[in-house]
T-cell receptor, first 112, second 111 residues
């Protein structure tokens, strides 16, 4: 069955370190998204991509970057981790506009 | 489990009763709406969607109602079961594929 997987599921790191979270989908979806979920804020969009070589900033993109070198993967990089980036991160994909987004099970990231 | 908010509105229902979860959306130009279910430690799971040219859509044990006049969306769950206990989010989509999520409602099912 097609799916979307995130790795790692849990990570602890130190401030200032570079961190990369992986997202891999096997649906061959063009659209991929990264969200963070925090107490009191719900899901907030970090970055998104509509296809290979396409990336766009979401509402909370500062301190994050993504790259899309193939259809299946959209890794999220924290260039210099900050404690404010401690959160749960979700990746999602969709077949296109007006189609539901399907989510992975998240990465819990703690920055000490 | 993963964080979904300590101060979420909570709906408590008895097993077997029907549940109605409400959501107010913000953009009158939104043309697509989705309901998600999120269990502890899991990502949001798609339940049902509806487009703005419809008022009602039914799935298995779930019905979504859309009232564009008052920008209101509801999710009805028939014969609620313990496995329905979760946080439920509505989401709206405007002109692009970006979704705007509500903060969620926690559904608790008791025997």
């Amino acid at each position: 069955d097609a799916e979307i997987t995130q790795s790692p599921r849990h990570k602890i790191t130190e401030t200032g370190r570079q961190v990369t979270l992986a997202c891999h989908q096997t649906w061959n979806h063009n659209n991929m998204f990264w969200y963070r979920q925090d107490l009191g804020h719900g899901l907030r969009l970090i970055h998104y991509s509509y296809g290979v070589q396409d990336t766009n900033k979401g509402e909370v993109s500062d301190g994050y970057s993504v790259s899309r070198s193939n259809t299946e993967d959209l890794p999220l990089t924290l260039e210099s981790a900050a404690s404010s980036q401690t959160s749960v991160y979700f990746c999602a994909s969709s077949a296109g506009t007006g189609q539901p987004q399907h989510f992975g099970d998240g990465t819990r990231l703690s920055i000490l | 489990g993963e964080s979904v908010g300590l101060h979420l509105p909570t709906l408590s229902v008895q097993e077997g009763d029907n549940s109605i979860i409400n959501c107010a959306y913000s953009n009158s130009a939104s043309d697509y709406f989705i309901w998600y279910k999120q269990e502890s430690g899991k990502g949001p799971q798609f339940i049902i969607d509806i487009r703005s040219n419809m008022d009602k859509r039914q799935g298995q044990r779930v019905t979504v109602l859309l009232n564009k006049t008052v920008k209101h969306l509801s999710l009805q769950i028939a014969a609620t079961q313990p496995g329905d206990s979760a946080v439920y989010f509505c989401a709206e989509k405007g002109g692009t594929d970006k979704l705007i999520f509500g903060t969620g409602t926690r559904l608790q099912v008791f025997p």
